[in-house]
């Protein structure tokens, strides 16, 4: 009983700790790679993105998975592609050209 109760004690521990390293190396990777630019939705290419709210199921209890966001144009829940503020026109020109060809 008592080795499996450390077993148990083990597995938790090294879950805890895997959680947080995983979180650290995401702020630490994140303010390395941070590059000005925006959320674009990749259904509509709206700009007009808010964070999911955490009462809606979003919120992880670890923390580790990646923020959730959605569009307020069209209402897409997902992740959002960041890209530089020069690349907002040719990717609504994109979408626009992938819609055309869909048809």
């Known amino acids: 009983m ?8 083990t597995l938790i521990i090294t879950f805890l700790a895997i959680c947080l390293l995983i ?3 995401r702020r630490l990777s994140g ?3 941070y590059l000005p630019g925006v959320r674009i939705c990749p259904r509509c290419g709206s700009t007009d993105i808010s964070p999911r709210s955490p009462g809606s199921g979003g919120a992880s209890l670890t ?15 997902d ?3 960041t890209i530089g503020r020069e690349g907002v026109v040719a990717f609504r020109k994109e979408i626009e050209k992938r819609r055309k060809n869909a048809r």
Do not use: Q, T
């Open 2 to 9: 008592a080795a499996w109760l450390a077993y148990a004690i």
């Open 23 to 25: 979180r650290l190396l």
């Open 31 to 33: 303010r390395a790679a």
């Open 63 to 77: 923390g580790v998975l990646p923020d959730r966001y959605v569009c307020n144009g069209c209402g897409y829940l």
């Open 79 to 81: 992740l959002f592609p």
